[in-house]
Every structure is written in C-alpha cells, then in structure tokens.
C-alpha cells in the first residue's frame, strides 16, 4: 500500500509574530523607521526655529523676551546710525542702554521708552524714584525723567545730549565724541558726572567686553 506523502505545515505569520514567536527582524526594521521619523521631525523643528531667529526683532519682542540678545539686536541699528552720523561710539550707547535700563526691564524703560535715565522738567516727563550715590552712599529720591515714543527716540536724544551739552555748559560731553576708543569715552562719561555712580565707567567697560559689543563699531 502506497505511503501517504505528508507536508510541513505552513507557518501562520504575523506582522511581528509567527507561531507565536517575535521576530526580531521585523522589531529592528520598525526601530529604525521610527528612528529615522524622529530625525527628520528634530530637523525640522530646528529649521523652523532657525528662520525663526533670523526674523528681524522689533521693539515689542525686546519688550517681552528677557533675553539680552533680543535687547541688543534691537538697538544695534539706530545705535550705528548714530556713530555714522556724530561718532558717538555704538558700543557705549548699547552698554548705556544696558545698564541705565536694566536690559530694557526697568519701568523708565519699558512704559516710557527712556532707556537712558534722562531727566527732564518738559511737561511730559514723569516723576520716578531712583537711586543717586551722594556723599559716599547710595540714596533714594524721586526726580523727572523725559518719555519718549520709541526706543528708537530714546537713542537720538541720548546722542543729542552729548552733541548740545548741558544748560550750563553746551561742551560739556564733547570729550565722549572725540574720545578715540570705548573705554576712553567710558572714562569721559564718568569724568562729566553723566552718572553718580563711583564705578560707572568700569561698568560700561565691564558691559562692552562681556557681550563683545565693541564689535559694532567696526562699520
């Protein structure tokens, strides 16, 4: 009697699993899809966020964004045009506006767009507290300060200062436009009293090198 001819059973296959056993190629494959994804979505992200940063900052976004960055890439255009125009070196109004501003946090600043504590008796000025070093301490009192429109303003008056001088004394800052480098005007700055503070010059200087700002006034 002729043998019954007998066949393998087929093996039931799954995506992932055939007779009940993982198949890890099938495992690997999916992983490095998935790796794969996962590169090209960081990629884009990064790219989003690289045209993103390339956009021009406005006044508003230096405004709500803390970061120095954003302060400085605001006023560094307005802050060359003036050097272009009456060699008020760009590094020195950037580090003004810093420190006089509080990177552009300070209330002076950020409602009444004077970045550089500039007083004034003008009908608009406003009155403010503010901190003065007299007689080898540090005092609190209130004086006016002008308010200005833009931050744009607040640098052109800034320069304009130094250009007319004071009520007294209309030359008063013109050794801050002669002076031949940052740290020369910085010590010019202090020499005029433009500010209270003992350490002001080092300060501005201190600004300056820490945020590399000097490089903007290489036009």
């Known amino acids: ?13 799954g995506f992932l699993i055939v007779n009940g ?11 490095l899809v998935v790796a794969l994804i996962s590169v090209q979505l960081t990629k884009w992200v990064l790219d989003v966020d690289s045209v993103q940063n390339t ?9 709500n964004n803390s970061d120095k960055s954003s302060f400085i890439k605001v006023l560094v255009p307005v802050a060359q045009e003036q050097q ?4 008020v070196f760009s590094s020195i109004t950037l580090a003004q506006a810093a ?3 509080d990177w552009g946090r300070s209330e002076l600043s950020s409602k009444y767009n004077n970045l550089f504590g500039i007083k004034s008796n003008q ?27 833009s931050w744009d303003d607040s640098v052109r008056a800034h ?13 008063h800052y013109r050794s801050v436009l002669e002076a031949s480098d940052y740290k020369q005007a910085a010590q010019a700055l202090q020499d005029k009293g433009y500010a209270t503070d003992p ?8 600004l300056i090198e820490e945020y590399n700002l000097n490089r903007y006034d290489s036009l």
């Open 123 to 149: 009908a608009n000025s406003v009155l403010l507290t503010t901190q003065e070093y007299v007689n080898g301490q540090w005092i609190t009192v209130k004086a006016r300060f002008a308010t200005y429109d």
């Open 99 to 101: 420190l006089e501003s």
């Open 1 to 13: 009697m002729a043998r019954k001819r007998t066949y393998p059973k087929k093996k039931k296959r």
């Open 84 to 87: 272009r125009q009456h060699h």
């Open 55 to 63: 956009e021009p900052q406005t006044e508003q976004d230096a405004r």
């Open 159 to 171: 320069t304009q200062l130094f250009l007319n001088g004071t009520q007294w004394d209309s030359e």
């Open 21 to 31: 056993r993982l198949q890890y190629p099938d495992i690997i494959l999916i992983l």
């Open 199 to 206: 350490g002001y010059a080092q300060k501005l200087i201190s």
